[in-house]
């Protein structure tokens, strides 16, 4: 369980089905409970991030993993409807890319991503990543969200 009382809920946005899988492994391994959602396009994240048609009861994710090489719609595109709605700003965004390109990096910050990781290449590194991930984001950060503390006296 996490500081959440729930499980979290973690959004993929990914192309390349093996990554995605590692993810999805490494997430299974690690000591959290977490629901996974997989999107392998920009558009696909964007409407399960609406809660659009077939998304409509989809819940909004405590973290996303966003991949900068996406078809179409590029993920640092993904990442600019993100934080430019007020609704869904507030979520942490890590870049998982394979590019270290200092302009990726300067961009991907410049738009607020909350990290910018390169990809890791085995279970383990993915594993390694997964848990420093966690512990910081669900077990030491306090989370976010328009309505997180309504209705709570400070």
Do not use: C, W
């Not at 009382?5 to 490494?26: Q, S, Y």
């Not at 390694?128 to 503390?149: E, N, Q, Y």
């Amino acid at each position: 369980m996490t500081r959440l009382n729930r499980p979290a809920e973690i959004l993929v946005v990914d192309d390349n089905r093996g990554d995605a899988i590692l993810a999805a492994r490494a997430f299974k391994a690690a000591d959290l409970e977490s629901n996974l959602t997989v999107a392998d396009t920009g558009e696909k994240a964007l409407a399960i991030l609406a809660r659009e048609g077939e998304y409509a009861d989809a819940p909004l994710p405590d973290l996303i993993l966003l991949d900068l090489n996406l078809p179409k719609m590029s993920g640092t595109d993904v990442l600019t409807q993100i934080k430019a709605d007020a609704a869904l700003r507030h979520i942490p965004v890590i870049i998982l890319s394979s590019s270290g390109a200092e302009r990726d990096v300067t961009v991907s910050y410049g738009l607020h991503a909350s990290g910018y990781v390169i990809k890791p290449g085995s279970l383990d590194q993915f594993k390694r990543f997964v848990s420093a991930v966690t512990d910081f984001f669900f077990d030491m950060a306090i989370l976010g969200g328009p309505d997180r503390f309504a209705g709570r006296q400070t």
